[in-house]
């Protein structure tokens, strides 16, 4: 096992998040100033890195991140199908079962699984976290879609609110990067290199930021409410879906690369973001909110166990003096095969 992947990245992820906690403990940060954090992180930081992994990433280079955007998101709806049957076997409404559902099947890839990636594969693994946040959105999308469908006005077209979520969507920072740093790959332009620099060292706060915010928002008191859907939650979520991932990808073949993507972004917490559609909509709050916190807490063991036996299983991967670095340092990084 390499000791490099031990302190060079699952230590700074654990002393990331308890340093928010520990901060948040002393009186230095209320909880509520987390959402500033993850404010920054989503408005400025994480578009900042989108445009500069994409833009620098050749357009041609793109296909072989289809294969795990395709099994990643294959995942995610076969545990969301497993958790939706196993709601209705506990006689739970279909519309709360959905809810619980999404969230043992939504990744809090945002917040988590894109920094973890960044750190331990460079700008390819930037690239991977962005898709993971595109499936994210996906199922987003379509739990606001359940409920509109479950409670919309009979006379209200349910397209007209389709299309208003999607528009909704499509103004926000990370999907506007997006755009932009495809159609700059495209055209071959390169960013000036002042500009390159400064995205870059916003992309770089990333991973401290986001970590250091779920610190701040810890709350260990969530075990003690709601205790049947965070043990089912986190058996789904923790526990099921990495094995899901890890035996998906050896039967689809997935090279190393893209097989550690998937396994890592399978293995985060809850997608907070999911905690947002739940109180927007007034349906599973407190339930929602108890899992997200829970498998945030707990996802810290179950993180650290993946990555090191990724690590033995994958070294090649992991050569941390390689992937381990800032953007600008991408001529060593890891780079997917094809």
């Keep these: 096992m390499s000791s490099d992947v031990i302190f060079n990245v699952v230590l700074p992820i654990f002393l990331f998040v308890v340093a928010g906690y520990l901060f948040r403990i002393i009186g230095k940060f209320e909880r509520s100033e987390s959402n500033n954090l993850i404010g920054y992180a989503m408005k400025v930081a994480i578009p900042s890195m989108i445009i500069v992994a994409l833009a620098n990433e050749p357009v041609e280079d793109y296909v072989p991140y289809a294969a795990f955007f395709g099994t990643f998101l294959l995942i995610t709806t076969i545990i969301f199908i497993a958790a939706l049957a196993c709601a209705k076997v506990f006689r739970m409404p279909w519309l709360e079962g959905s809810y619980f559902s999404a969230t043992c099947s939504l ?23 962005i898709l993971g946040v595109i499936n994210l959105i996906i199922g987003l999308q379509v739990m606001s879609f359940l409920y509109d469908f479950h409670h919309g006005d009979p006379n209200q077209s349910m397209t ?3 299309l208003k979520s ?39 706060t990333v991973a401290p930021v986001a970590l250091f915010a779920v610190g701040i928002d810890l709350d260990f008191s969530v075990f003690r409410k709601h205790l049947m859907p965070v043990l089912g939650a986190t058996l789904f979520k923790l526990i099921l879906m990495p094995i899901l ?52 807490v707990l996802s810290i063991i179950t993180l650290a166990i993946v990555i090191i036996q ?25 780079k997917p095969a094809g």
Aim: charged content about 10%; aromatic content about 12%; some cysteine.
């Design 310 to 334: 990724l690590n033995e299983i994958y070294p090649e991967v992991f050569e941390m003096q390689k992937a381990f670095h800032h953007f600008h340092h991408y001529d060593h990084a890891v």
């Design 245 to 296: 991932a890890w035996f998906m990808c050896q039967w689809m073949g997935l090279e190393p690369i893209a097989t550690v993507a998937v396994v890592l972004c399978s293995s985060v917490a809850a997608a907070k973001c999911q905690y947002g559609v739940a109180k927007q909509k007034h349906i599973y709050v407190e339930q929602t909110a108890a899992i997200v916190a829970s498998t945030t």
């Design 107 to 129: 990744s809090n890839t945002c917040m988590i699984a894109l920094p973890i990636l960044v750190m331990l594969l460079g700008r390819p693994g930037a690239v991977y976290g």
């Design 166 to 204: 999607l528009w909704s969507t499509a103004r926000q920072p990370y999907f506007v990067a997006l755009v932009i740093g495809v159609v700059i790959s495209i055209t071959g332009w390169k960013l000036p290199s002042t500009i390159d620099t400064t995205l870059n060292l916003f992309g770089d």
């Design 160 to 162: 007209k609110n389709l």
